[in-house]
């Protein structure tokens, strides 16, 4: 695959949107956990009347969640705002709402944006996907258990809610930087079931857990559907070291998910992912301008409706070939032409 090279100039001109301002962060902190906490108020009192009441407010909080989430994840980028105690405390505190370990997470996180579409670390702060060639090597066992994993069930149900609940709560990550993070993620575990159970001593046990948990679980969805969207589109970029490239993984590795202004809105401008990729110290409120201003950047990249993105959920493997994901049934039908 052919690397983008453009102008140094214009891609250093991006450096004037990582301009922070208090206004607009405390306005989106206002605007994110002000409805939350309100909703989430409805919700624990509509359980006296049907559980499915307080589902269907889930599924609006949840989305706020995400907005207060991007508050975190702009913090770890150590963007947001200036003023470093100020937005790590901010992180803090949105990471106790979204169960989300701040500094580990934030550590995993920007590795995946240093290495992003590198084949060596697919599965740091990425959904792993397997090339063609490595699927055509597996025994049938292998295949089965890689067929699962890719399942939808387990992709876009199991596997959010296990990787928000679980996952986060081990120090799973085995490389030399994650030594120093064990014991921060285990004190924050600790912190996390002390509030918890703070919670449901001065509440009633199971109206707190359905609350907390069903916001928890669709936040969970949104979040990787979301991510998936943005890595694992038909025209990717997956490439070995040797051949990886910062700019081209940014632009091409990376999709821009076109979603009403609303939805855009209540998940802080993520879908805007190229141009996140491109400088991660932009905060979220800036992105839509930064895109607006350089329309040069959509000869580069891929552009996805909400209807669009349903079809990326048969995407299962990289072929290396043809530089693209392709599904299961595409696979077998090159394997039966002795094609991979």
Request: include cysteine; glycine fraction near 6%.
């Amino acid at each position: 695959m052919n690397r983008i090279t453009v102008d140094k100039g214009l891609i250093k001109s991006f450096v004037k949107y990582t301009k922070t301002s208090k206004y607009k962060a405390f306005i989106q902190i206002v605007n994110s956990f002000g409805p939350f906490i309100g909703i989430w108020i409805l919700m624990y009192y509509a359980f006296d009347y049907s559980y499915w009441l307080t589902f269907g407010l889930g599924l609006i909080n949840a989305f706020f969640l995400v907005r207060i989430f991007i508050i975190q994840h702009d913090c770890g980028h150590r963007s947001f705002v200036s003023n470093s105690k100020v937005r790590n405390t901010i992180g803090y505190v949105c990471s106790l709402f979204s169960t989300i370990p701040y500094h580990y997470w934030a550590k995993s996180h920007n590795v995946h944006h240093a290495h992003n579409g590198e084949l060596e670390l697919r599965d740091i702060g990425d959904i792993n996907v397997l090339t063609v060639r490595e699927f055509s090597r597996l025994s049938p066992w292998g295949r089965f258990q890689y067929r699962i994993y890719r399942s939808f069930a387990v992709m876009f149900i199991l596997g959010p809610i296990y990787y928000v609940v679980i996952h986060n709560r081990l120090p799973l990550i085995k490389m030399d930087i994650f030594k120093n993070e064990k014991w921060r993620l285990y004190l924050n575990d600790l912190i996390l079931l002390i509030i918890f159970g703070v919670m449901a001593y001065f509440l009633d046990i199971w109206k707190f857990l359905a609350t907390h948990l069903t916001i928890i679980g669709i936040f969970s969805i949104i979040a990787i559907w979301f991510f998936y969207v943005q890595h694992q589109h038909e025209e990717a970029y997956k490439e070995w070291k040797y051949k990886w490239d910062y700019l081209t993984s940014a632009l091409r590795g990376s999709t821009y998910y076109k979603v009403p202004k609303l939805f855009n809105w209540l998940t802080g401008n993520i879908g805007i992912h190229h141009i996140h990729h491109l400088n991660p110290a932009i905060p979220n409120y800036n992105l839509q301008k930064a895109h607006n201003e350089n329309p040069w950047l959509n000869k580069y990249i891929t552009t996805l409706t909400f209807v669009e993105s349903l079809k990326l959920i048969g995407n299962k493997l990289w072929d290396e070939a043809s530089g693209r994901m392709i599904t299961f049934r595409e696979y077998y039908k090159m394997e039966r032409m002795g094609m991979a």
